[in-house]
C-alpha cells in the first residue's frame, strides 16, 4: 500500500518559490507508478497540477506549466514541487498523488503566500 | 471554469438512489476513461470509480458508474448519512500536451 506525506514551508511570501516534498513509502519510486500534485483552494475544487512517470516523462497543467518542476530522487524515495513566481491565487492545499487512477492521496498541506 | 462540468449540488433522502452527471467534450471524457473522487469534509479526496465503472476495493457497490459518448454519471443506491460529502469527476485531456482536468465538485446533501 503505498502512503504518501507531504512536508514544506506553510508561509511562502509573493514572488517566492514554493517547495514541497511527499515522502513515499510501502512502494519504491523506481519502480514504476506516476507521480504529482494536485492543490486545492480554500472553498474550491481540485486542479491538476503535474506528473512526473518513474522514467522521468513530465506532464504539467498548461496554466501553471512556466512556473512548475517536478522531479523524483530515488535514492531517498521522495518526490518534489516547485512553483515559482507566487501569488495569492497560488494559496490552497497542496496534495501530492501517484497511480494511473490517481488511487493515492497524501493528507495534504496548507500553503498561504502571504507578506 | 472547470473543463469537466458537475452540477454544483445534489441532494436525497436516506435509501434514495441520486446520480451526479459530468459533461466533457471529444478530448477529455469522449476517448478517455473518467474518473470519481469522494472527498469528505476535512479529509484529502479518495478514488471511488475506476476506468468508468470499476470499483477499488472497498468502495461498496452501492457506487456505480456509466459513460456515454462525452458525458459519465455516478450513482449512488441506498443513500446513507455518511455519503454527504463533495464528488468530483477527472479525466485525462488529449489536448495540447495532454493533462487531467476536473469537474468543479458536486456537494452531495443527505436530507
Known amino acids: 500500500q503505498v502512503q504518501l506525506q507531504e512536508s514544506g514551508p506553510g508561509l511562502v511570501k509573493p514572488s517566492e518559490t514554493l517547495s514541497l516534498t511527499c515522502a513515499v513509502s510501502?512502494?519504491?519510486?523506481?519502480?514504476?507508478?506516476?507521480w504529482g500534485w494536485i492543490r486545492q483552494p480554500p472553498g474550491k475544487g481540485l486542479e491538476w497540477i503535474g506528473s512526473i512517470y518513474h522514467s522521468g516523462s513530465t506532464y504539467y497543467n498548461p496554466s501553471l506549466k512556466s512556473r512548475v518542476t517536478i522531479s523524483v530522487d530515488t535514492s531517498k524515495n521522495q518526490f518534489s514541487l516547485k512553483l515559482s513566481s507566487v501569488t495569492a491565487a497560488d494559496t490552497a492545499v497542496y496534495y501530492c498523488?501517484?497511480?494511473?487512477?490517481?488511487?493515492?492521496w497524501g493528507q495534504g498541506t496548507l500553503v498561504t503566500v502571504s507578506s | 471554469q472547470s473543463v469537466l462540468t458537475q452540477p454544483p449540488s445534489a441532494s436525497g433522502t436516506p435509501g434514495q438512489r441520486v446520480t451526479i452527471s459530468c459533461s466533457g467534450s471529444s478530448s477529455n471524457i469522449g476517448s478517455n476513461y473518467v474518473y470519481w473522487y469522494q472527498q469528505l469534509p476535512g479529509t484529502a479526496p479518495k478514488l471511488l470509480i475506476y476506468r468508468n465503472n470499476q470499483r477499488p476495493s472497498g468502495v461498496p457497490d452501492r457506487f456505480s458508474g456509466s459513460k456515454s459518448g462525452t458525458s459519465a454519471s455516478l450513482a449512488i443506491s441506498g443513500l446513507r448519512s455518511e455519503d454527504e460529502a463533495d464528488y468530483y469527476c477527472a479525466a485525462w485531456d488529449d489536448s495540447l500536451s495532454g493533462s487531467w482536468v476536473f469537474g468543479g465538485g458536486t456537494k452531495l446533501t443527505v436530507l
Open positions: 498523488i501517484s497511480g494511473s487512477s490517481i488511487d493515492y
Open positions: 510501502g512502494y519504491s519510486i523506481s519502480s514504476g507508478y506516476y
